[in-house]
């Protein structure tokens, strides 16, 4: 069984940094494609980073230039820098795998495992 646990969620004012992780457990991880996400109240998730088990890179266009997304395949961990915050940025933040075969960046629908989420608040 595929777990997902993240970790570095809290309070920042805007123009703040925050970094968020990830470690991956119970499958070969470095064949996963994994994804950074978000829920703010009332909203659907979005997609916020993607990155492929081969190296690419996708982001949403709102956080373009301020996010950055990294994976570390030996140690088991996703991470997401986030830099320049706005209070938009507020939200539930989950990571996510989908452990099959075709690269789809920002669609959630395709992720098949998700981690509990981490709380991101981003004051004015």
């Known amino acids: 069984q595929v777990q997902l646990v993240e970790s570095g969620g809290g309070s920042v004012q805007a123009g703040g940094s925050l970094g968020l992780s990830c470690v991956v457990s119970?499958?070969?991880?470095?064949?996963?494609?994994m994804g950074w996400f978000r829920q703010a109240p009332g909203k659907e998730r979005e997609g916020v980073a993607c990155?492929?088990?081969?190296?690419?890179?996708n982001y949403a266009n709102s956080v373009k230039g301020r996010f950055t997304i990294s994976k570390d395949n030996a140690k088991n961990t996703l991470n997401l820098q986030m830099n320049s915050l706005k209070p938009e940025d507020t939200a539930m933040y989950y990571c996510?795998?989908?452990?099959?075969?075709?690269?789809?960046?920002?669609?959630?629908?395709?992720?098949?495992?998700w981690g509990q989420g981490t709380q991101v608040t981003v004051s004015s």
């Open positions: 996510a795998a989908d452990t099959r075969y075709t690269y789809y960046p920002l669609m959630s629908a395709q992720y098949n495992y």
């Open positions: 990155i492929s088990s081969y190296g690419a890179v």
């Open positions: 119970g499958y070969t991880y470095s064949s996963y494609h």
